[in-house]
T-cell receptor, first 112, second 114 residues
Framework: DAGVIQSPRHEVTEMGQEVTLRCKPI?????LFWYRQTMMRGLELLIY????????DSGMPEDRFSAKMPNASFSTLKIQPSEPRDSAVYFC??????????FGPGTRLTVT | KQEVTQIPAALSVPEGENLVLNCSFT??????LQWFRQDPGKGLTSLLL?????REQTSGRLNASLDKSSGRSTLYIAASQPGDSATYLC?????????????FGKGTKLSVKP
């Protein structure tokens, strides 16, 4: 298996633009997580899905952020409109059962 | 509110040295504690998972301990190698928290010099 796949790996955009981050989890994993990592706040959970259903989105910063999982093999995290403070590394992780996480390589987002 | 602290933020040691990384958490009501390794430009790799009922876990040259009552965990690395250079993160899953709600420390950046 190729592991968790994220795209793009790097994204540079201007303030106000829409940004879409993509994730393909490991096949057979029922859980999918989106995390954000910044120097100031470290790693924070944004949202997670179980069997394609959003379970906990309490970490989503505000309405500008939305996440979807239309099927078991694909998820998106969208920011609209983007702001400079959204600059961070966004990680997707999948899990076959509670307690074991497999992280993707991350998407480094820069909003100018 | 659960907070996880890792000290030191950075550590540099010569190759071959044994070392200890520290992690502390403010609320002892945890489901488990996990140590991760993060390499530059890459995601996190799980190293060791300790359930709340366990005291330690071992994998190769790595040994992690957990003392819930004092809110501490240590990661012991024996005979360090340059390939061990990375950032090590500690994360707790609070008891009663949702499955994905890991609370991470900010990590210790380890550099092992040849």
């Amino acid at each position: 298996d190729a592991g968790v796949i994220q795209s793009p790996r790097h994204e540079v955009t201007e303030m106000g633009q829409e940004v879409t981050l993509r994730c393909k989890p490991i096949s057979g994993h029922d859980y999918l997580f989106w995390y954000r990592q910044t120097m100031m706040r470290g790693l924070e959970l944004l949202i997670y899905f179980n069997n394609n259903v959003p379970i906990d989105d309490s970490g989503m910063p505000e309405d500008r952020f939305s996440a979807k999982m239309p099927n078991a093999s694909f998820s998106t995290l969208k920011i609209q409109p983007s702001e400079p403070r959204d600059s961070a590394v966004y990680f997707c992780a999948s899990s076959p059962f509670p307690g074991l996480w497999y992280f993707g390589p991350g998407t480094r987002l820069t909003v100018t | 509110k659960q907070e996880v602290t890792q000290i030191p933020a950075a550590l540099s040691v010569p190759e071959g040295e044994n070392l200890v990384l520290n992690c502390s958490f403010t609320d002892s009501a945890i489901y488990n504690l996990q140590w991760f390794r993060q390499d530059p430009g890459k995601g996190l790799t799980s190293l060791l998972l300790i359930q709340s009922s366990q005291r330690e876990q071992t994998s190769g040259r790595l040994n992690a301990s957990l003392d819930k009552s004092s809110g501490r965990s240590t990661l012991y690395i024996a005979a360090s190698q340059p390939g061990d250079s990375a950032t090590y993160l500690c994360a707790v899953r609070p008891w009663g928290g949702s499955q994905g709600n890991l609370i991470f420390g900010k990590g210790t950046k380890l550099s092992v010099k040849p």
